[in-house]
């Protein structure tokens, strides 16, 4: 095959964890990065994607969350700036793998966010994350050779009770010493290549595995899974973002090798480009330990389900809030936001839509302790936004302060209530 060029990468990590006491008790790993209350696959997606220099491709999405419509994803990032114009968009599913995704996106972007809420808050929550990448030059990494293995196994995943749940040592067994190596010989032979010149394997497996285990037996210098045992085989973002930082690890000319196991795999042969260094970008915004999460998870199933606009106002105002558009008076020069008819300062009429800066001072804020926020009172703020025009939102969840006037904040895209069973974005501002 020929070689597909990775030109640029970018990963999003968000800063919520769990407080001591609680990653204890759910025995999750105090670290486990996972989104904000106000975060969800749409906004790690737009995290993610921002610092890609892209602005018009083909998108493949794999952005899980129940209440996500691909297209409607499109269209705020669309609106919102990130990729302005996704001229086609191939929607995949929550399951599919970080392979697959990378594959079906010659030419474009692809973009892959791991998010998810356990039903039970009893339940370790898996760790979240996006990354975004764009495919074109190989400055980034290639990938030298993909390789899929469709395997019947209907009956393997038990071990002796035929209704019992699936045996994890027996399928490790079963499913790594068969298929996974099977499928890793493939693939580097299709590459032309052996086990000896790879930097290590990153392994996703639909149980937990032991991974050092695996190093000796298939020997190869490292295996590497992403996130801890119990989210095995559901993250995506996570198993290509650990590929990348072996790759920018092992240097330009390196080779990792991806694996995805569970009813066969697929595989990927990964080299890093000359400019790999430069081109993988992973933003892990700092880490906050204030959490309610079981605060959280209770509101989540609640239902803040009124329709709290109308459907007519919603078309007309959503393109200018969503693409943070204001108007600027050609009188005297005034930028407003959301966008007027009129000016406010000398009631001029001839008003023009302008693009408003992401980035402002705060002058004013106050506390909201009626939004049916899960966590805290909410911080409403008043930003001066750089070249003009004032935003009035609140401050994004996750932020490790309060914010006082003359702070500097940024605006991202975030998930601001659901309505008729939607949910619905505005800007907030996040501190640095
Ligand atoms: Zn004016």
Redesign the pocket.
């Known amino acids: 095959m020929p070689t597909i060029g990775i030109d640029s990468v970018s990963a999003y990590l968000p800063g919520y964890r769990l407080n001591q006491g609680l990653a204890a008790e759910l025995a999750v790993p105090p670290e486990l990065p996972l989104a904000a209350p106000d975060e969800d696959g749409l906004t790690m997606a737009w995290e993610a994607l921002r610092h890609l220099d892209v602005t018009e491709a083909p998108l493949v999405l794999r952005v899980p969350g129940g209440d996500l419509e691909p297209r409607a994803v499109a269209a705020h990032l669309a609106t919102s700036g990130p990729l302005r114009t996704p001229s086609a968009v191939l929607p995949l599913s929550a399951r599919t793998g970080a392979t697959a995704a990378l594959t079906a996106a010659p030419g474009g972007v692809a973009v892959l966010a791991d998010h998810g809420r356990p039903a039970d808050p009893a339940d370790p929550p898996s760790p979240d994350g996006a990354l975004a990448l764009r495919l074109g030059t190989g400055r980034a990494a290639e990938i030298l050779a993909v390789e899929t293995l469709p395997v019947l196994a209907y009956d393997r995943w038990r071990d002796t009770e035929p209704t019992g749940p699936p045996d994890p040592r027996f399928v490790e067994e079963t499913l790594l010493a068969t298929d996974g190596g099977e499928l890793l010989d493939r693939l580097v032979k299709r590459a032309g290549r052996t086990r000896d010149d790879l930097a290590g394997v990153v392994l996703s497996a639909c149980v937990p595995v032991r991974a050092p285990r695996w190093a000796a037996r298939w020997q190869v210098p490292a295996v590497w899974t992403a996130g801890p045992e119990y989210a095995a085989g559901r993250l995506a973002a996570a198993t290509l973002r650990t590929a990348f930082e072996r790759l920018v690890a092992a240097g330009p000319g390196s080779l990792v090798a991806v694996l995805e196991l569970g009813w066969g795999g697929d595989a990927l042969l990964l080299r890093a480009g000359p400019d790999i260094a430069e081109t993988v970008r992973i933003e892990a915004r700092a880490s906050l330990d204030e959490y309610g999460y079981r605060l959280w998870t209770r509101t989540l199933s609640t239902s803040d389900s009124a329709m709290w606009t109308s459907p007519a106002k919603l078309r007309r105002e959503a393109p200018a809030l969503v693409g943070l558009t204001g108007t600027r008076?050609?009188?005297?020069?005034?930028v407003a936001f959301p966008p007027r008819h009129t000016?406010?300062?000398?009631?001029?009429t001839d008003?023009a839509p302008t693009e408003l800066a992401r980035t402002g001072t705060v002058v004013s804020h106050n506390l909201d302790r009626l939004f049916a926020a899960p966590d805290r009172d909410v911080q409403m703020v008043v930003v001066d936004l750089d070249g003009g025009g004032r935003f009035f939102g609140q401050l994004a969840a996750g932020s490790s302060r309060w914010a006082e006037v003359d702070d500097r904040v940024t605006l991202a895209l975030r998930r601001l209530h659901d309505g008729g069973d939607l949910p619905h974005y505005f800007w907030k501002a996040v501190l640095p």
């Open positions: 008076c050609a009188t005297c020069a005034d000016c406010d300062l000398c009631g001029g008003l």
